[in-house]
């Protein structure tokens, strides 16, 4: 019968160990874990960071190019804006007439073939 006792608390004793070895591989991979989290959420505040400096940088030209924008509805450039509007209505009107009438030649030159 103390044979069977010594088997038992032998057996009790590797499971025990290996056990030991398990929960300290266990504990490593979860530090390892950690220290990968921090690594990554240190990344990730750099690059809300660079994000920040970039969005701060948009907002500004943003900011100067609606007051352009605002400026050129006013003033001069409307007035310049307005001119170009007509030289190039009339140079479309001008080449739909050169077309009419490029047209009426060549038809009457078919017909008088």
Request: aromatic share 6%.
């Amino acid at each position: 019968m103390e044979a069977f006792y010594m088997t038992c608390a032998g057996v009790c004793t590797v499971a025990l160990a290996v056990a030991v070895v398990y929960l300290v591989q266990t504990l490593i991979e979860v530090k390892q874990t950690a220290q990968q989290a921090r690594k990554t959420a240190q990344a990730v505040e750099q690059l809300a960071l660079h994000l920040d400096e970039n969005v701060k940088a948009v907002g500004g030209v943003t900011q100067k190019l609606a007051e352009f924008s605002e400026g050129l509805t006013t003033g001069w450039v409307r007035a310049a804006q307005m001119a170009a509007g007509f030289v190039t209505g009339l140079r479309d009107r001008w080449a739909e007439s050169r077309e009419e009438r490029e047209t009426e030649r060549e038809e009457k030159e078919r017909a008088e073939r």
